[in-house]
């Protein structure tokens, strides 16, 4: 049983304290058991207005003091700018040094490279870097250097914080195959129990396992007080949110994405470790907000081969390029369009006639005009390099079922195509939605995909290793590693053919 079953508190009373985030705020007195947290999560590489976090952060530990202020970040740090295609993650670990970052947990995201780069990164972090639920004793690189938990000290008092990882790290992003991925419930219990046995009664769940799922651990595991979480890019509403389902309440926060936010959560413990009340607030880091000096000129240093990189103009679209999350998540866009041709032109010269790009792989929009590097390498930012593999047409759909499968989710596995079109139901069940699938002729026109005959494939590495759910690629054969990194065909592609007129031409239409 919980050490907090044993508090002389009813179940009446928690459920009025429940509701304390709807009043108005409460005025913290400086007694030791209160603590504010500040958080971010998401940011992938977004550095353009770390000066300005800086300074929020610089002036809330200031207000508050600095021994009663955990800073926290619940992962995805990497990918998403060219920051981190030419840094790698060591812009982002010094900016985060300097601020004063207590704890991160891992995100999916810092796996994109391989376990050697995040190892680096971990190399440079003057923070606890944690996951409980993955088993890093056969990665060498990770081994020692990932904690599940810590003890942190503010003041007098101690707070207990672990890591908890998405699952899904195996299909989504590039791991490899040494490191074992545990159920998170089960770790979260278990650990849970073991900070308790060290006498910690205040914990802290550091989290890249999205909003969904931290509510359900919220419910389900008990002596937890605190979910600072990531991965599904939520700007909560109410912010916190609180659960009260059990005879302790669980605050649970987020805080957007890229650095838009910083989260600020004030609570106040009682002498047993329950939360006795709390407040919040998503704080906009926006240019209202004075950017820190040193951090400034810290970034100028970064900035300038990234600013030579992003204004160099390769050519120029007609039309806005349709990049937005939502969209190429769950439909065709031009910009899909762009990039499945692009790499279905590149892989040409090994006869491949199908290209399959995974929507989440797509990372930005591009508007009409001159089209930088830059802006390539942002839509881009993963580095990945073309693969062909050959599969049948019947492994073909069941790699649109997948790419379809979880659209409702905005999962990142849907499929933006070139040499094929195809038509799904989005309301019937996942693994039954393909109603037809028709592939491209030479001269331009249409044919119902043959369930046995062989296709040549392009796509990327991640995708050609089962990422995203893509299995069924996985089960083709002849392999081919062009090695072309796909903004690089991106850029190449641009050079050739621009002015670039991308349209949505119904590739992928919904019944």
């Known amino acids: 049983m919980s050490r907090k079953f044993n508090v002389k508190w009813t179940t009446s009373l928690l459920v009025v304290l429940s509701l304390l985030f709807l009043l108005p705020a409460v005025t913290f007195s400086s007694e030791v058991d209160s603590l504010t947290i500040l958080h971010t999560n998401d940011t992938h590489a977004h550095l353009d207005g770390i000066a300005r976090r800086a300074t929020l952060v610089k002036q809330i530990k200031k207000e508050v003091g600095i021994d009663n202020v955990l800073l926290l970040d619940a992962g995805d740090v990497f990918s998403g700018t060219p920051y981190f295609t030419i840094y790698k993650g060591s812009a982002d670990v010094r900016f985060m040094n300097y601020i004063g970052y207590d704890a991160m947990t891992i995100g999916n995201h810092e796996f994109d490279l391989g376990p050697e780069v995040l190892a680096n990164f971990i190399g440079k972090a003057r923070f606890p870097v944690l996951c409980a639920n993955f088993d890093f004793s056969k990665e060498e690189p990770l081994k020692d250097s990932v904690k599940n938990w810590v003890i942190i000290e503010k003041g007098n008092e101690k707070y207990g914080v672990f ?275 028709e592939v491209k002729n030479p001269d331009g026109t249409y044919q119902p995909i043959d369930t046995s005959k062989q296709y040549r494939v392009v796509t990327n590495n991640f995708l050609a290793q089962g990422g995203d759910g893509y299995t069924a690629l996985q089960k083709g054969t002849n392999f081919i590693n062009l090695g072309f990194v796909d903004y690089e065909v991106l850029r190449e592609y641009i050079v050739t053919h621009s002015p670039i007129d991308a349209k949505v031409e119904g590739r992928i239409l919904s019944k």
């Not at 219990?189 to 890249?208: C, F």
């Not at 802006?375 to 790699?399: C, H, K, R, S």
Request: proline share 5%; with cysteine.
């Open 163 to 437: 890591g908890l990882t998405t699952p899904e790290t195996a299909e989504i992003s590039s791991p490899g195959k040494n490191i074992v991925i545990r159920d998170y419930m089960d770790v979260a219990e278990s650990i849970v129990k073991e900070m308790e046995s060290a006498g910690i009664d205040k914990i802290i769940a550091l989290t890249h396992i999205g909003w969904d799922n931290d509510v359900q651990l919220a419910r389900e595991v008990e002596g937890i007080d605190i979910i600072v979480g990531g991965h599904s890019h939520t700007l909560p509403n109410p912010y916190p949110m609180v659960v009260a389902d059990d005879s302790t309440p669980t605050v649970v926060v987020q805080a957007n994405e890229y650095g838009n936010y910083l989260g600020r959560l004030d609570v106040i413990f009682s002498e047993t470790g329950v939360i006795q009340s709390w407040k919040g607030s998503l704080i906009p880091v926006d240019n209202k907000v004075p950017e820190e000096n040193l951090c400034k000129i810290k970034l100028e240093d970064y900035k300038k081969p990234v600013t030579r990189l992003m204004n160099t103009a390769v050519g120029e679209s007609l039309t806005d390029l349709d990049g937005d999350r939502n969209r190429v998540r769950s439909q065709e866009t031009n910009l899909g369009n762009l990039i499945a041709d692009a790499m279905l032109e590149k892989a040409k010269i090994v006869n491949a006639t199908i290209a399959i790009q995974n929507g989440g792989g797509i990372r930005a929009s591009i508007p009409k005009g001159k089209i930088t590097l830059g802006q390539i390498m942002t839509v881009l930012p993963f580095g990945n390099y073309l693969v062909t593999v050959d599969v049948t047409g019947q492994q073909i759909i069941e790699a649109l079922e997948n790419g379809v499968s979880q659209v409702k989710d905005l999962a990142g596995r849907f499929p933006q195509v070139s040499g094929l079109r195809f038509t799904w139901d989005p309301n019937a069940e996942p693994g039954k939605r393909i109603v037809s699938v």
